[in-house]
Structure formats: structure tokens, C-alpha cells
Nanobody, 123 residues
Framework: QVQLVESGGGLVQAGDSLRLSCAAS????????MGWFRQAPGKEREFVAA????????YYADFVKGRFTISRDNAKNMMYLQMNSLKAEDTAVYYC????????????????WGQGTQVTVSS
């Protein structure tokens, strides 16, 4: 089992920055891919970014390229999502997820999920 706990969400204005954190525990994550997804009201949960725990290769959704950066701290078992130039359409609940395997953006391949953290961007 992998336990995931997100933090760092909040209410910000358009153009501001925010950093989300995900604390992981329970298993050695060396063979895992960690991801961020988000779900806006009335919409499906969508992929945001993913990173290989070992090596740090990352993959982003097109709509966040150049604005968001995913990273991890192996020693602390932490993953982060640095979000810059936030827009009103970034408003959503952001979820941390873990997948045993290679980089993927496919939601169904992630077997472990956190409870989510709300990000609200006012325009």
C-alpha cells in the first residue's frame, strides 16, 4: 500500500503562484511513477503531470507546459507541483497519485490516490 497526502492548496488570484505537496509513505517508491491530476466541478478528472521516482523523467499535459513544474525529493518521500501564472481555469481539486510502472497519463493505471487539495484561482 502507498499512502498519499496532499497539501498546499488555497485561494489565489490569477497570475499568482502556488506549490502543492504530496507526502508519500508505505512503500519504496523506486519503481513508481507519481502523478498529479485535477478535477474541476462537473468535469472528469484529468492528467496534469507525472514524474518517475527514479531518474526524474517528467511528462506534462499540454495546457500546463511552461507554467507548472513537477519535482520530487527522494530523501523526504515528497512530490511537488509548482504552479505559476495561474488562471481561473486551473481551479480544481488536485490529486496526487502513484502508479507502479513507467510514465503514463492514463488515470486508470494509477492505483493509489490522495484525498485531494482544493485550488481556487480568482480572476
Amino acid at each position: 500500500q502507498v499512502q498519499l497526502v496532499e497539501s498546499g492548496g488555497g485561494l489565489v488570484q490569477a497570475g499568482d503562484s502556488l506549490r502543492l505537496s504530496c507526502a508519500a509513505s508505505g512503500r519504496t517508491l523506486s519503481s513508481y511513477t507519481m502523478g498529479w491530476f485535477r478535477q474541476a466541478p462537473g468535469k472528469e478528472r484529468e492528467f496534469v503531470a507525472a514524474i518517475r521516482w527514479t531518474g526524474g523523467s517528467a511528462y506534462y499535459a499540454d495546457f500546463v507546459k511552461g507554467r507548472f513544474t513537477i519535482s520530487r525529493d527522494n530523501a523526504k518521500n515528497m512530490m511537488y507541483l509548482q504552479m505559476n501564472s495561474l488562471k481561473a481555469e486551473d481551479t480544481a481539486v488536485y490529486y496526487c497519485a502513484a502508479h507502479y510502472g513507467v510514465l503514463t497519463k492514463t488515470r486508470s493505471e494509477y492505483g493509489y490516490w490522495g484525498q485531494g487539495t482544493q485550488v481556487t484561482v480568482s480572476s
